[in-house]
């Protein structure tokens, strides 16, 4: 499949790239070598000498951000990634598959069969939710061995979803909406209507957040009955989004930026370049993440500021607690 992100129906605001001008940093189905990823800069290898680091980076020898990663073999195209307590969890777009790979030493433990075009995955405590955009549904499957318990419907091409404790949250683009999902059952618990062209969703711990690709916004709701808190202009084609304990991160894609707001009220903190067509965002306890057509950055969480970067094109994005893991656009996750 060419490069180019996965149409919205009919008016086709969404793709899951955008672009005939992207330039990967490896050909599609090719496995990078190490040795072809550049770091942005020689002496930023060790960031924030003396400052509070993770115990769980520091138990693995690996406090620092090296100018190289681990490489693991997964299905065609993956782009959501999601993190189960000791697993890592592929869509395999092109595939029809999520592959699951053990966090620790990048093991494929298995391949699982799903809708069609899976994209979103997302981890409920004991199962992986998987988004299946060309279905409009979404699979159920046992985190611990990967046998489906159930396919519910949902609202059109559903994207990158949430878990709110009970709930799953499902962006549908087209419809403009998120859809509610008992986790329990997959019991429709309701359809909310939010921004033009939804795609993404994360929870603040009380609220779920969703990007609107084609609307420059992103809504607020309330977790418990699906209430419209606010909808909150950001930068061109959100996408992405993340949140570090207070603030919410967003990727604008077309705009080539990322939004801080504030999670309490919406505010517009700040915003800070990321030039090349940002994609997903994670935060790992300090910094936020950003996948993108070109390089991975990586930006201080208190005020932007980049501290790092690597020429290599990459999508989905998760933390497993010590390492971050990102798919590229091949057959292949990195693990830094």
Do not use: E
């Amino acid at each position: 499949m060419k490069r180019g992100f996965l149409k919205f129906a009919r008016w086709r605001i969404l793709c899951l790239f955008l672009g005939t001008s992207c330039v990967w940093a490896q050909n599609p189905g090719t496995q990078a070598p190490a040795q072809d990823l550049v770091a942005g800069q020689q002496n930023a290898t060790i960031l924030d000498a003396g400052a509070a680091l993770n115990p769980n980076k520091i138990a693995l020898l690996h406090w620092y951000l090296a100018d190289t990663s681990t490489s693991f073999t997964v299905g065609n195209q993956p782009y959501g990634l999601c993190f189960d307590g000791a697993n890592i969890w592929s869509a395999n777009f092109a595939d029809n598959t999520v592959t699951k790979v053990r966090a620790s030493d990048g093991a494929v433990l298995g391949t699982f069969a799903v809708g069609h075009q899976p994209y979103g995955v997302t981890f409920d405590g004991a199962n992986v939710w998987v988004s299946n955009t060309l279905d409009n549904t979404v699979t159920k499957l046992r985190a611990s061995d990967g046998k489906s318990l159930g396919t519910f419907p949902v609202g059109s091409f559903p994207g990158w979803m949430a878990f709110d404790g009970q709930n799953i949250w499902v962006p549908g683009s087209p419809d403009s909406s998120v859809t509610k999902l008992r986790a329990s059952d997959g019991k429709n618990l309701g359809k909310f209507t939010v921004g033009l062209g939804a795609v993404a969703a994360a929870f603040d711990g009380a609220n779920i957040w969703v990007t609107n690709y084609g609307g420059n916004t992103v809504s607020k709701l309330l977790a418990s009955d699906g209430t419209v808190l606010g909808t909150f202009a950001v930068g061109q084609a959100p996408l992405g989004i993340a949140f570090d304990g207070l603030n919410m991160w967003v990727a604008n894609r077309n705009s080539g930026t990322v939004s801080k707001l504030r999670a309490s009220d919406g505010t517009l903190l700040a915003t800070y370049p990321a030039a090349d067509g940002p994609y997903g965002v994670a935060f790992d306890g300090r910094y936020i993440w950003l996948s993108g057509d070109l390089y991975t950055r990586v930006l201080r969480a208190s005020d932007g500021a980049q501290v790092w970067w690597l020429k290599t094109g990459t999508v989905g994005v998760a933390f497993d607690g010590a390492s971050i893991w990102m798919a590229t656009p091949g057959i292949v996750l990195l693990k830094f």
